[in-house]
């Protein structure tokens, strides 16, 4: 598993930032469970970009005093969040209030993932009033691309970033607080599931409107009062979030924008960049390192 909070272990007092990488510190000393590749805390908060290192056998239940939020980029994930399914092989915002009890972890070791916790204190400090629940549970869709530019503040911290790590986060218990409203209308959601299916093949208006027995014109309306986003728009969001997880995989991008759908992978490229606020290059360079990218390239001009 991925984020195993060891209290009082990745505080600073005053403040203070501090920048380890994998050979500076252990997984113990960071209080997570992986193989820190970037980390960065301050008094309130620790960011972590991290490799699973513990076989999913030796993962046992345990809890959380600590908040803490799991961002899944690449890998096969199990857990008992709401909204997750029985094994989760996509990109994944999963919020883990103070006090969570769980077994979440990874199916095999060549995951990537990010970590944010905070102690319970500044947890409700930050809340202010604002009451997300007592569940673990998965965000919606929406709250992944602002989990990327975490990505960019975990490798270049600079005196603004704990402000930057703070107002997504605010963003994420506003999705935290909507997704644990009433559920709305279940046609809806048979709709959205229809669009997350990424084994069929994408559907029609008049298919989806089907399936909630609506109107085409009353669905579309609907869909986008509920979810903030047409049908087609989600999807595509949804396409590119798996992109994220090729990616992240090792697979190159003209290799990703073909098993996705794409025309070739300028199309990807322009997408992603429209999406997530950067290019491909870039994502992957932030997630797995300039190393490993180089050696991606060098496999591509060897075929």
Request: aromatic share 6%.
């Given at each position: 598993?991925?984020?195993?909070?060891?209290p009082?272990?990745?505080?600073?007092?005053?403040?203070?930032?501090?920048?380890?990488?994998a050979?500076?510190?252990?997984?113990?000393?960071?209080?997570?469970?992986?193989?820190?590749?970037?980390?960065?805390?301050?008094?309130?908060?620790?960011?972590?970009?991290?490799?699973?290192?513990?076989p999913?056998?030796?993962?046992?239940?345990?809890?959380?005093?600590?908040?803490?939020?799991?961002?899944?980029?690449?890998?096969?994930?199990?857990s008992?969040?709401?909204?997750m399914?029985?094994?989760?092989?996509e990109?994944?915002?999963?919020?883990?209030?103070?006090?969570?009890?769980?077994?979440?972890?990874?199916?095999?070791?060549?995951?990537?993932?990010?970590?944010?916790?905070?102690?319970?204190?500044?947890?409700?400090?930050?809340?202010?009033g604002?009451t997300?629940?007592?569940?673990?549970?998965?965000?919606?869709?929406?709250s992944?691309?602002?989990?990327?530019?975490?990505?960019?503040?975990?490798?270049?911290?600079?005196?603004?970033?704990?402000?930057?790590?703070e107002?997504?986060?605010?963003?994420?218990?506003?999705?935290?607080?909507?997704?644990?409203?009433?559920?709305?209308?279940?046609?809806?959601?048979?709709?959205?599931?229809?669009?997350?299916?990424?084994?069929?093949?994408?559907?029609?208006?008049?298919?989806?409107?089907?399936?909630?027995?609506?109107h085409?014109?009353?669905?579309?309306?609907?869909?986008?009062?509920?979810?903030?986003?047409?049908p087609?728009?989600?999807?595509?969001?949804?396409?590119?979030?798996?992109?994220?997880?090729?990616?992240?995989?090792?697979?190159?991008?003209?290799?990703?924008?073909?098993?996705?759908?794409?025309?070739?992978?300028?199309?990807?490229?322009?997408?992603?960049?429209?999406?997530?606020?950067?290019t491909?290059?870039a994502?992957?360079?932030?997630?797995?390192?300039?190393?490993e990218?180089?050696?991606?390239?060098?496999?591509?001009?060897?075929?």
């Open positions: 598993m991925a984020a195993s909070t060891v009082g272990a990745l505080w600073r007092t005053g403040g203070r930032m501090t920048t380890t990488s050979a500076a510190s252990s997984p113990a000393s960071l209080g997570v469970r992986g193989r820190a590749l970037l980390h960065q805390a301050t008094g309130d908060l620790a960011l972590a970009l991290l490799q699973p290192t513990i999913e056998h030796e993962i046992r239940s345990h809890q959380h005093d600590d908040m803490h939020v799991v961002v899944l980029l690449a890998g096969r994930y199990v008992d969040a709401a909204g399914p029985e094994v989760c092989a990109p994944a915002v999963i919020f883990n209030p103070p006090g969570t009890e769980h077994r979440d972890r990874f199916r095999s070791r060549d995951g990537r993932f990010m970590t944010l916790a905070m102690p319970a204190d500044a947890y409700a400090r930050l809340c202010d604002v997300p629940g007592s569940r673990a549970l998965r965000l919606p869709a929406a992944f691309a602002r989990a990327l530019s975490l990505l960019r503040e975990i490798r270049d911290w600079d005196s603004a970033s704990s402000l930057a790590v107002a997504v986060f605010a963003e994420w218990l506003a999705d935290a607080s909507a997704s644990t409203a009433p559920a709305g209308d279940p046609r809806l959601q048979r709709v959205r599931e229809r669009l997350d299916d990424a084994s069929a093949q994408p559907p029609s208006l008049r298919d989806l409107a089907a399936i909630a027995g609506f085409p014109v009353y669905l579309a309306r609907a869909f986008r009062r509920r979810y903030g986003v047409s087609s728009n989600y999807l595509r969001m949804r396409r590119l979030h798996r992109a994220v997880s090729l990616l992240a995989g090792r697979r190159t991008l003209a290799d990703a924008a073909a098993t996705l759908g794409f025309t070739d992978a300028s199309h990807l490229h322009r997408s992603f960049v429209a999406e997530f606020g950067m491909p290059g994502f992957r360079r932030l997630a797995l390192g300039r190393g990218v180089s050696r991606i390239q060098d496999r591509c001009l060897r075929r």
